[in-house]
């Protein structure tokens, strides 16, 4: 074997360990982001008297699910040799597209509810974060989707462990907008 064939076979391991890598800082570097909203977030809620603790839309509860279950199918598809993984592969996007769905569901029953951008910084905050966390799950459709033409193991393992990425930060996401309270950031930072 010559070493320009030797080099073709190792070439797509290489991929994937680079793909891996780079993977892993945008997840550190996402991580930081959305630390960083949060934080502004309590910060805001601290120091405001003019927040409003928001309730949160019911919608919410399902998109949870939504992104629970791709999370598993697509754990599971990471599991499969590609060929059998593409079927749990297309049930975890279906589910990543619900979830975006389902989320705009709940942004059409806030401003049902006459709850806007402006009017409260709980939900200016609500919408912004939100809305961050859509766009990294439609950036992950992406990469979903070249891992539906284009499957490999290492694809497909990318995917999955980005979608568990996704699925820890709705968990923080959801339940700070859902529990944490002023009286709550002010017993973290030792005034109540």
Known sequence: MNMSAALDIRRPAH???????????FI?????????????????????????????????????GWLIAGS??????????PPA??????????????FVLTQLWAWQSLADARVSLTGNPAAS???????????HVLGGLVGWSVAVHQSTSWRIALVAR?????????????A?????????????????
């Open 15 to 25: 991929e994937g360990q680079a793909a891996g890598i780079g993977l892993w800082v």
């Open 28 to 64: 550190g570097v996402a991580s930081t982001l959305f630390a960083l909203f949060l934080t502004a977030y309590a910060m805001r809620m601290d120091e405001a008297p003019d927040w409003t603790t928001l309730a949160m839309p019911w919608q919410l509860w399902l998109s949870s």
């Open 72 to 81: 598993v199918l697509l754990q599971r598809a990471a599991k499969q040799p």
């Open 85 to 98: 993984a593409q079927h749990l592969l297309l049930a975890g996007g279906a589910c990543a597209i619900a």
């Open 125 to 135: 905050f609500f919408y912004v974060l939100t809305a961050l966390h859509g766009l």
């Open 162 to 174: 980005y979608w568990h990425f996704l699925l820890a930060v709705w968990g923080v996401l959801f």
């Open 176 to 192: 700070a907008l859902g529990w944490l309270t002023p009286g709550v950031v002010a017993f973290i930072c030792g005034r109540g």
